[in-house]
């Protein structure tokens, strides 16, 4: 779950959640807008299917939102206990292997060589978390040599390790977008580094919508892309149930790129999430699942962990 404070136009101030497979379902729709196939990589599907996916594993955790002891207020994915880390990101690959050996690969890579590292100061002082993670990474390792062994099987030549890695590289990208939109950065100017060519510059426009230059998507003109998250109040929440109770309203998000600087909106529609009013917001939308909420150090059926 990301987890972020935000304040509308009228005054009221929020948490926006927005769950990991909702972030990785904005990464995949980014994947699908991009001009070439990335890393050159035919079929497309596949490579798509493994940005879709790579979140999955976070399905059940994302409905059990934990407050924190002491802050007294929703924590986000950074939270999550390592042991559980762990399974969440195992659930992820495998959902992805599914798909194929490469899309397994893909999201493997993803994990050992990106994800892992940035959580690395969580378990460096603490040997049983760093033998759990040395496991995890030991059994990724011999998976990756399986999945790359039947995706180059036959075709060697066309396949080449590096295509694979790069293909990796190329989910990182469209990771990394979608937590840049997700986390709210969308009113920022940020470069992204792509695996082929030169760095993409994310410029934000006064209209609300974004650049993004070089221009990679196949659309010659506008790119938007839609999400939806949860709100509740910024508040103390003494208990779990409060919580759970305050996060049935949901947030409708709409991002627009356009290409070059200073044009005016092509179509209506809702203000971009950089400059979120009331008016986006819909309360209890039907068919949502409610949330699951226990206190940080808690299992989810309220026991001591």
Known sequence: MICRPVQYASGEKKFLLISQVVHARL?????????????????????????????????????????????FQPLDFAHVPTPQLLDTW????????????????MVSR????????????????????????????????QRQAEWLSRWQAGAPALRPTEAAERAARWLRLFDELSLWLCRGHSDKSHDFQAPDGPPLALRPEPSGQMTLSPWPFRATREVVLNASGRAMPVARYDNPATLAAAGNETVKFRWVFVRGAGRSP?????????????????????????LRCFYDGETPDGRGG
Do not use: C, K, N
């Open 27 to 71: 990464a995949a729709a980014i994947a699908q807008e991009w001009a070439e196939p990335p890393a050159g990589l035919e079929p497309r599907d596949q490579l798509v299917a493994a940005v879709e996916r790579h979140e999955d594993g976070w399905t059940d955790v994302d409905r059990r939102v934990r407050i924190g002891m002491q802050s």
């Open 90 to 105: 195992r659930r992820s690959i495998a959902s992805a292997a599914a798909v194929g050996p490469l899309a397994g690969y």
């Open 266 to 290: 092509a179509s209506p529609g809702p203000p971009s999430e950089s400059r979120v009013d009331t008016a986006q917001r819909v309360v209890t939308v039907t068919g949502t699942p409610s």
């Open 110 to 141: 993803h994990h050992t060589e990106h994800i892992a590292p940035m959580f690395s100061f969580r378990w460096q002082s603490r040997a049983d978390e760093t033998a759990l993670v040395a496991e995890f990474s030991a059994e990724q390792e």
